[in-house]
């Protein structure tokens, strides 16, 4: 005769293998809609230099940096011209300012990160600060 009597390691055993496809089968679909939308929201989160960093730069920096002064002279403090993706990134007279893909190295992060700049009018906002560290993340593109 033989025995009915199933120890709890061969109960497990039995339903490890069906209990695992049954998982495998699940996670597939869910672990596709979350690689797709790690996919989407780093499309979104390219950032333009012409469409959203240069805006922030004449906005809060080009009055320094590039723009005219009271009588119409153009001023380059520390001879930096933000007016434009080639003058800034050849830098100022200390050198570059932009480390393309690093953040944390680049004297122009550095500057806006601690509150430096602008010296003058209002600091940038939380969402400005965003921009230029996620430009500089990706590349520091002309795009």
Same mark, same amino acid.
């Given at each position: 005769?033989?025995?009915?009597?199933?120890?709890?390691?061969?109960?497990?055993? #039995?339903?490890?293998?069906?209990?695992?496809? +049954? $998982?495998?089968?699940?996670?597939?679909?869910?672990?596709?809609? #979350?690689?797709?939308?790690?996919?989407?929201?780093?499309?979104?989160?390219?950032?333009?230099?012409?469409?959203?960093?240069?805006? @922030?730069?004449?906005? %809060?920096?080009?009055?320094?940096?590039?723009?005219?002064?009271? *009588?119409?002279?153009?001023? %380059?403090? =520390?001879? $930096? &011209?933000? !007016?434009?993706? &080639?003058?800034? +990134?050849?830098?100022?007279?200390?050198?570059?300012?932009?480390?393309?893909? *690093? #953040?944390?190295?680049?004297?122009?992060?550095?500057? @806006?990160?601690?509150?430096? +700049?602008?010296?003058?009018?209002?600091? =940038? /906002? !939380?969402?400005? =600060?965003?921009?230029? %560290? /996620?430009?500089? #993340?990706?590349?520091?593109? *002309?795009?």
């Amino acid at each position: 005769m033989i025995s009915m009597i199933w120890t709890r390691f061969e109960v497990v055993g #039995a339903l490890a293998v069906p209990l695992g496809l +049954m $998982l495998a089968q699940i996670n597939l679909p869910l672990s596709l809609v #979350a690689q797709g939308e790690a996919q989407s929201s780093h499309t979104e989160a390219d950032v333009s230099f012409t469409e959203d960093v240069a805006p @922030i730069l004449e906005g %809060k920096c080009v009055i320094c940096h590039g723009g005219p002064d009271e *009588n119409g002279a153009i001023t %380059k403090e =520390l001879e $930096l &011209d933000l !007016t434009s993706y &080639d003058a800034l +990134m050849v830098g100022s007279e200390f050198g570059p300012i932009v480390e393309p893909g *690093n #953040a944390e190295d680049s004297v122009l992060w550095m500057m @806006i990160e601690v509150g430096d +700049m602008p010296q003058e009018g209002e600091p =940038l /906002t !939380t969402e400005e =600060l965003e921009v230029i %560290k /996620t430009w500089i #993340a990706e590349g520091a593109q *002309n795009n």
